[in-house]
């Protein structure tokens, strides 16, 4: 018998707590993220609001110096907005870099293909542009 999940999630006291902190953290982010210029605002996110501190994450350290400088006026917006913040705190989180690329397949170039490309170029006239590209491509190309 299958049920909502609202009916679930509506029934706890802490779930509905839960809930209740993850939509304020929600409209703390958005309003931050209007305040700050977009090059900081890509750079952070609000995380968490505890005894009415804001604790907000920075990807470096440079973000981190430049959030402090605009504390301030982060406060004057969150009281104008009627969120009450006592201090807003900013920590260092740096983003995990995305691992790197694989290295491109070796790919290689039979000795007989080498040869028709050789074969198609000579045929070519010499200041024809694809004859210098085949011609290219042969030089650099590894044999089998």
Do not use: W
């Not at 299958?2 to 509905?16: K, P, W």
């Not at 907000?56 to 009627?82: C, S, Y």
Request: charged letters at 25%.
């Amino acid at each position: 018998m299958t049920q909502r999940l609202d009916r679930f999630a509506g029934e706890g006291s802490a779930l509905d707590r839960l809930r209740a902190h993850a939509s304020r953290l929600g409209r703390l982010q958005q309003i931050v993220l209007t305040e700050l210029p977009p090059y900081l605002a890509d750079s952070c996110h609000v995380a968490n609001l505890k005894e009415d501190v804001l604790l907000i994450h920075a990807a470096t350290g440079a973000v981190a110096a430049k959030l402090r400088q605009a504390t301030p006026r982060l406060l004057n917006t969150l009281a104008m907005q009627g969120v009450m913040v006592r201090s807003i705190k900013i920590a260092t989180r740096p983003v995990n870099p995305a691992p790197p690329p694989k290295p491109p397949e070796q790919r290689t170039v039979s000795g007989q293909t080498q040869d028709a490309l050789r074969s198609l170029a000579s045929g070519l006239p010499a200041d024809d542009p694809l004859r210098a590209a085949l011609e290219r491509f042969v030089r650099r190309s590894r044999g089998e």
